[in-house]
Nanobody
Framework: VQLQASGGGLVQAGGSLRLSCAAS????????MGWFRQAPGKEREFVAT????????GYVDSVKGRFTISRDNDRNMVYLQMNSLKLEDTAVYYC?????????????????WGQGTLVTVSS
């Protein structure tokens, strides 16, 4: 499975961005998908996850109410809509795929990773 994340950029605090992740596999709808981020000098952090059919989602507390994960299985895409961005959201964002049923917040559960897209939030 190859994953290609895009949509990062420079945005002012309070602004919005939508990240996209394109998956190469024809069995995309069998994968749990996740978004993670890594800020400079910090460990990779879970952001959001979504089940194979979009029926179940999960978020880290710091983004609840601001970020929304979604997927389009017909297009092999997963998205992360980020609103009310804060300075502390600055990081490289990665999409990841897990070949299983259960959603997870642990990076080690995800077998496939995209290359990352940089989000910079300025004051």
């Amino acid at each position: 499975v190859q994953l290609q994340a895009s949509g990062g950029g420079l945005v002012q605090a309070g602004g919005s961005l939508r990240l996209s992740c394109a998956a190469s596999t024809p069995t995309f709808d069998t994968y749990v998908m996740g978004w993670f981020r890594q800020a400079p000098g910090k460990e990779r952090e879970f952001v959001a996850t979504i089940s194979w059919n979009g029926g179940r989602t999960g978020y880290v507390d710091s983004v609840k109410g601001r970020f929304t994960i979604s997927r389009d299985n017909d297009r092999n895409m997963v998205y992360l809509q980020m609103n009310s961005l804060k300075l502390e959201d600055t990081a490289v964002y990665y999409c990841a795929a897990h070949d299983g049923v259960a959603t997870h917040s642990m990076p080690g559960k995800y077998e496939y990773w995209g290359q990352g897209t940089l989000v910079t939030v300025s004051s």
